[in-house]
């Protein structure tokens, strides 16, 4: 699986962005696709999931970091093999590379794929 991140760029605090993931590849053994985020001098933390096999409006198909909930939102595009967050009220706390991440099915050996980062910088 390869995974092409973009959207990322310099957004004046209260404002919003979009991220898009790309799948490509084996995309029908992914289990679920996340963003993941690490500012400088920080640990890799998730910031939200999405389930990949399931209908995304199902119950426990999506889960999100306490400090985001409430102003982004991760969603799917099944056609496009395409996983979007969008990002609203940003601060400069949220300012990061975000990375997103597959994890595959466990029959397919549970292998986890990384894409490359796009930085989102947050001024206040």
């Known amino acids: 699986v390869q995974l092409q991140a973009s959207g990322g760029g310099l957004v004046q605090a209260g404002g919003s962005l979009r991220l898009s993931c790309a799948a490509s590849?084996?995309?029908?053994?992914?289990?679920?696709i996340g963003w993941y985020r690490q500012a400088p001098g920080k640990q890799r933390e998730l910031v939200a999931r999405?389930?990949?096999?399931?209908?995304?409006?199902?119950?426990?198909?999506?889960a999100y970091a306490d400090s985001v909930k409430g102003r982004f939102t991760i969603s799917r595009d099944s056609a496009q093999n395409t996983v979007y967050l969008q990002m609203n009220r940003l601060n400069p706390e949220d300012t990061a590379v975000y990375y997103c991440?597959?994890?595959?099915?466990?029959?397919?050996?549970?292998?986890?794929?990384w894409g490359q980062g796009t930085r989102v910088t947050v001024s206040s």
């Open positions: 590849g084996s995309t029908f053994s992914i289990n679920s």
């Open positions: 999405v389930a990949w096999g399931t209908p995304s409006n199902s119950a426990g198909s999506k």
């Open positions: 991440n597959a994890k595959m099915m466990i029959i397919a050996g549970g292998h986890e794929y």
